[in-house]
């Protein structure tokens, strides 16, 4: 499953990163959430295996 991300220059969802537009996507999700979010720890553990996927 893709997450949806949203940029932050064109403020579109998009699935691509960078946007079309060539901002900066970011999952819209709160910058602030639980520490005790146990998906918390996923999510950035998922966002690090894309990024070193795309590198
Ligand atoms: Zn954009």
């Given at each position: 499953?893709?997450?949806l ?10 699935l ?40």
């Amino acid at each position: 499953m893709k997450a949806l991300l949203k940029c932050k220059t064109c403020g579109q969802y998009t699935l691509q990163k960078p946007c079309s537009c060539g901002g900066e996507a970011v999952q819209p999700y709160p910058a602030k959430y639980s520490p005790e979010d146990k998906y918390g720890e996923y999510r950035r553990k998922a966002k690090k295996e894309i990024e070193a996927n795309q590198s």
